[in-house]
């Protein structure tokens, strides 16, 4: 996950940098709005932390000029205090999130990892859960190197069980969200899907993903 930092402040910028990259994220920074604008544009970052007051272009402008150029780039902003001005500039000109300065830290990774996820979805990227790895764009699938060839149903029932993984989910649950008729029924079919997704997805592997629930229905979870 590529985050850029755009902040003059240096002592501001090192602090969000250490926190973030303890965390595991790939930072960069800049100290001014042209440059942070053109590095936002050619970074392929995840997420923009943007301080409004800026040298050379503030903020405001960064954020106007990256959507106008066509990036969907999460942009959280940073404001000073009182400056509801800005911050209402700001979230039109289309940032997605602000924190007012000073900011606890656990404030801004909360901030940080909601706008990543939302992202995420937006794009598109690849779900995950343990090795598992889907496209929702392609329908590709991998559990670890290896990829697996699912029929379009099977895909619907797995990325629908990625996405609620560690959830039990009933033969309800997963009939309303996977089938487009009512499944009442013939609720045996879900069994039936369930255990072609067991023999592709878990079949070989030594840790199995796919789990009964007795009496309740399946869950995805590791062991
Ligand atoms: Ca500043």
Known sequence: MKILIVEDEKKVA????????????????????????????????????????????????????????????????????????????????????????????????????????????????????????LDPVSHQVWRGQTEIALTAKEYALLAYMVRNAENVLSRANIADNCWEYPFETFTNIIDVYINYLRKKVDGKFPTKLIHTVRGKGYILKEG
């Open 14 to 133: 090192s602090f969000i940098k250490r926190g973030l990259a303890d965390e595991n994220y790939d930072v960069a920074v800049s100290h001014d709005g042209v440059d942070g604008l053109k590095q936002a544009l050619n970074g392929d970052f995840n997420l923009v932390i943007l301080d409004v007051s800026l040298p050379k272009k503030d903020g405001i402008a960064v954020v106007n000029e990256l959507r106008a150029a066509g990036s969907r780039v999460p942009v959280l902003m940073l404001t000073a205090r009182d400056t509801t001005e800005d911050v209402v500039a700001g979230l039109d000109a289309g940032s997605d999130d602000y924190l007012t300065k000073p900011f606890a830290f656990a404030e801004l990774q909360a901030r940080v990892r909601a706008l990543i996820r939302r992202g995420e979805q937006d794009r598109g990227a690849e779900i995950r859960f343990a090795d598992l790895r």
